[in-house]
């Protein structure tokens, strides 16, 4: 499955997975508005066997197929006493 990466402008660290190259209109309004400007970072080919840093390829893939998009938002930083 072919999948398009963008990075949100407005907010660091949050990454948007797309199904088709440039196809915002996949995303609610709500969502284009908050993550304001999306610059293309990455073309990337996904099957289950493939690998990603901080994201469920199976779970990526479920959501490009239902609804064209799917949010990586950054990691939740561990508390100090850990």
Same mark, same amino acid.
């Given at each position: 499955?072919?999948?398009? $990466?963008y990075?949100? /402008?407005?907010?660091?660290d *949050?990454? $948007? =997975?797309?199904?088709?190259?440039d196809?915002?209109e %996949?995303?609610p309004d709500a /969502?284009? *508005?908050q993550f304001?400007? /999306?610059v293309f970072v990455i ?5 289950? *066997?493939?690998?990603?840093a901080r994201? !469920? $390829?199976?779970v990526?893939?479920? !959501? %490009?197929v239902a609804?064209?998009y799917? %949010?990586q =938002? +950054?990691?939740? +930083?561990?508390?100090a006493?850990n």
């Amino acid at each position: 499955m072919q999948c398009f $990466v963008y990075k949100s /402008l407005r907010k660091a660290d *949050t990454y $948007v =997975f797309l199904r088709a190259q440039d196809a915002f209109e %996949l995303m609610p309004d709500a /969502l284009r *508005t908050q993550f304001g400007e /999306l610059v293309f970072v990455i073309e990337i080919e996904l099957s289950p *066997t493939r690998k990603l840093a901080r994201e !469920n $390829v199976e779970v990526v893939m479920a !959501n %490009l197929v239902a609804q064209g998009y799917h %949010l990586q =938002f +950054p990691p939740v +930083p561990e508390s100090a006493g850990n």
